[in-house]
């Protein structure tokens, strides 16, 4: 099956997700990053944050599971055992910070199909419970062509 | 938001201090279980050369995120990140041993933009060769 590029524009249901001070330390231990903002309140307070603030891509752990319900869409089409990684993108309009709950919003921002190969971007827009924009997450699949 | 970097203190060509970071096998198995992807190419040898790969790689997030430490721990605030983008260009392969793989990470600013804002180039690389392109971050200065 080919991807579905008539899909593009499609959104879907809002996932929510509670962001937590262990969370963040754990992703910031993950990656080895030591810094202060994501593991002391008080320095990330000192920074004018009002938690502790969440690393840059941390926001992929916000937006997981409503890109999985993407590319788990049966009308999408996509090859997910040939799928490789291509672009990634974040634009903040403010920090993720410890203690909030964020609403995402998934949609197929653009699908097509270039020398065989399926490229898919999902949009995932992370709001606050005010509905204020918190972050925008481009994530780029690549289904390789199958070989002969 | 509080960078501890001002708009003042940097121009075009301004270069962020490099870092290298090493990556172990253990490394790609804590990032997976803090960031939920259990994709088997990032742990499991014998898939990952069964499907072409020259052994297992680390995650493109996992480069992505230890990339853009050269900014974080320059500017100041992880806060003032606005923009974020890069490109997966080659695959970061972590071999079974001590050593592990080392990305070596550079930036400079390569735009100075309106409201305090500057663009900054990341040259990420693993023996030599560019794992990332085009990365890029935009970054809200004092």
Known sequence: ?148 | MAATVGVNDVEVGTELPPQSFTLLRVNLVKYAGASGDFNVIHWNERVATEVGLPNVIAHGMLTMAEAVRVVTDWCGDPGAVIEYSTKFTKPVPVPDHDAGATVDVSGKVIEVLDAGRVKVELTATCEGVRVLGMARAVVQLA
């Open chain 1, 1 to 148: 099956m080919a991807l579905n590029i008539e899909l593009v524009g499609k959104q879907y249901p809002p996932q929510t997700y509670e962001v937590g001070r262990e969370k963040i330390r754990e992703f910031a231990a993950a990656v080895g990053d030591e810094n202060p903002a994501y593991h002391d309140v008080g320095a990330a307070e000192a920074l004018g944050h009002g938690d502790l603030v969440a690393p840059p891509t941390f926001a992929v752990v916000v937006t997981r599971g409503s890109q999985l319900a993407v590319i788990d869409d049966p009308e999408l089409g996509l090859e997910f055992s040939r799928v490789v990684h291509g672009n990634q993108k974040f634009q903040f309009t403010r920090p993720i910070v410890a203690g909030e709950v964020l609403q995402t919003t998934a949609s197929v921002h653009s699908a097509r199909t270039m020398a065989g190969n399926d490229i898919l971007t999902i949009r995932s827009d992370v709001a606050d419970q005010a509905g204020a924009p918190v972050v925008s997450v481009f994530a780029t699949l690549v289904a390789r062509a199958v070989e002969g």
